[in-house]
């Protein structure tokens, strides 16, 4: 099949499955985590792409959480941001224990998105596309 439009949001649409991008990282209180990719290693945005959060799901996450993005990775429950560290978000505060979020979050190319936890364990998973510059 081509030009098949497996997900859009508003004007932004991928027309391949290597475009859509699933991201999960479990934060917890006052420190910091790389968003990780399907393999579990740390996830940096491609050269030459840009990448689009647009949705995130929670479970078990009652405690709010910040996203932003650095030069490298960092560790679940790293106390020290990434180097460079841009705070994307203020407080993003899941309505429910479990449930989704809609959202717009830019991360740049070279980038590692990162989740910064407020208080106990979120659970997350992060819903994404990849558009080439």
């Known amino acids: 099949m081509s030009n098949v439009r497996l997900f859009t949001y508003g004007s932004l649409a991928q ?3 290597e475009g859509i991008v699933i991201l999960t990282a479990e934060s917890g209180g006052s420190v910091y985590m790389t968003l990780h990719d399907v393999s579990g290693s740390d ?3 491609p050269s030459g792409y840009t990448l689009y959060i647009t949705g995130i799901a929670f479970e078990n ?3 709010p959480f910040i996203m932003g993005y650095g030069d490298d990775g960092v560790a679940k ?3 020290a941001p990434p180097t ?3 705070e994307l978000t203020s407080r993003l505060y ?3 224990n479990t449930g989704k979020l809609s959202t717009f979050i830019v991360i740049p190319e070279g980038k590692y998105p990162c989740v910064e936890g407020i208080s106990a364990a979120n ?3 992060f819903f994404s596309i990849k558009i080439q510059n």
């Open 15 to 17: 027309d391949s499955e």
């Open 43 to 45: 996830y940096q945005v």
């Open 61 to 63: 996450a009652t405690y």
């Open 77 to 79: 429950d790293n106390v």
């Open 84 to 86: 460079n560290w841009v």
């Open 94 to 96: 899941p309505a429910a």
């Open 123 to 125: 659970y997350l998973t």
